[in-house]
């Protein structure tokens, strides 16, 4: 199963895929887990989320995969698991926060054009990412492929 996990081959799209992805998502985790970048830390967030309705354990998996998932992204190491996870993670707050919202992100700083705040386009392009990664693998430059797991 692992080994599964792990095949790649050498295409240089899923490096840029996945480079790009974790640099977005990394600052998010690190908000969420270490309140790095202007963020709250693990325990505000733990709240916060409860506040939306999601259980602790499941806050803390969501906090791991985002902080977690992207180092593991920069890395090529287990990128089908963190994309899979991250994949999750999108869908969860489109369905808990952002459908209401409408579709646009909240450019003009005004609580979205609905009035209500961040809508989810953003969270799809993060889906879409993680499902080209699901299909790719890591790609070239990744721990997963030096790991000698190759795709032909």
């Known amino acids: 199963m692992l080994k599964r996990l792990m095949l790649t081959d050498d295409n240089l799209a899923s490096p840029i895929l996945r480079l790009f992805l974790g640099l977005v998502i990394f600052p998010h985790g690190a908000q969420k887990l270490l309140g790095w970048f202007g963020g709250h830390g693990f325990a505000r967030t733990v709240e916060s989320l409860d506040s939306l309705g999601v259980p602790a354990m499941l806050a803390f998996l969501v906090i791991l995969i985002e902080f977690f998932g992207a180092v593991s992204l920069f890395l090529g190491f287990l990128t089908r698991v963190s994309a899979a996870g991250l994949l999750c993670v999108m869908l969860g707050a489109i369905l808990l926060v952002h459908w209401k919202n409408g579709f646009f992100m909240n450019w003009e ?7 209500r705040g961040e809508g989810f386009e ?13 299909v790719l693998g890591s790609g070239r430059y990744s ?4 790991m000698g797991r190759v795709r032909l």
């Open 143 to 146: 721990v997963d492929r030096s």
């Open 109 to 115: 700083g005004h609580l979205g054009y609905l009035g």
């Open 122 to 134: 953003y969270h799809l392009l993060v889906i879409g990412m993680c499902l080209a990664l699901l």
